[in-house]
């Protein structure tokens, strides 16, 4: 199984990008999907996640500014980050876990300059 992050980036602040997350070797549908973020001295905390069967749930910082998505005939999961703050500055991760098995990709950086 691999996850691959994608479309990060140096953006200002109050800007936008999409983040993608291309999963491989697994049947990507059947699973939850979830989106985390990692600053520097800080824990790791999710964002995002949707269900398989596309229900999304946010953390409260990125509410009304993220959305969530995936498109399961190209197992990826995608996260719209609008109206970027500095705060949101981190390594994004896209993460599946199932019963037995968690999976996490390498991590793709966001950085927002004010």
């Known amino acids: 199984v691999q996850l691959v992050e994608s479309g990060g980036g140096l953006v200002q602040a109050g800007g936008s990008l999409r983040l993608s997350c291309a999963a491989s070797?697994?049947?990507?549908?059947?699973?939850?999907m979830g989106w985390y973020r990692q600053a520097p001295g800080r824990q790791r905390e999710l964002v995002a996640s949707?269900?398989?069967?596309?229900?999304?749930n946010y953390a409260d910082s990125v509410k009304g500014r993220f959305t969530i998505s995936r498109d399961n005939a190209k197992n990826t999961v995608f996260l719209q980050t609008n109206s970027l703050k500095p705060e949101d500055t981190a390594v994004y991760y896209c993460?599946?876990?199932?019963?037995?098995?968690?999976?996490w990709g390498q991590g793709t950086q966001v950085t927002v300059s004010s």
């Open positions: 993460r599946l876990v199932g019963l037995t098995f968690d999976y």
């Open positions: 070797g697994i049947t990507f549908s059947v699973y939850n």
């Open positions: 949707i269900t398989s069967g596309g229900t999304p």
